[in-house]
């Protein structure tokens, strides 16, 4: 599977197995980035299995975008994720850079 945006299934939870598959990455690359991402904390069944949420899965694929399609390091993504994390929803990074530069024409 190509690694990209795939719509996510509408379930409360998911089985790191489901994750797996849905995403196309091997579950140890999934159980790797859980020690990297600290935003990615799956609860855990009786018997100790993961159940990733909703937005966990939508973090996840972000993470492999970042790593996959835009060839970010992970201390990259860390980086980005955190730096775009307050952000409002309804402006992108894009939108941002482009007002900065905006702005940095208006001082020069």
């Known amino acids: 599977m190509e690694h990209g945006i795939v ?3 509408d ?12 995403l196309g990455i091997p579950t140890y ?14 609860k855990r069944t009786a ?7 909703r937005n966990d899965v939508e973090l996840l694929q ?5 790593l996959y399609k835009k060839r970010f390091t992970i201390p ?8 775009t994390k307050n952000l409002p929803k309804d ?4 939108e941002i850079l482009e007002e ?4 940095r024409a208006l001082l020069d």
């Open 76 to 83: 990259g993504a860390k980086r980005y994720l955190i730096d």
């Open 62 to 66: 972000k993470i492999q975008y970042l």
């Open 29 to 42: 690359v999934l159980r790797f980035w859980e020690t990297e991402f600290k935003r990615i904390k799956p």
């Open 7 to 9: 719509s996510i299934p």
């Open 91 to 94: 402006i992108s990074p894009q």
């Open 100 to 103: 900065l530069k905006a702005i």
């Open 11 to 22: 379930k409360l939870y998911f089985k790191i197995g489901e994750v797996s598959e849905l």
């Open 47 to 53: 018997s100790g299995q993961r159940l990733y949420r």
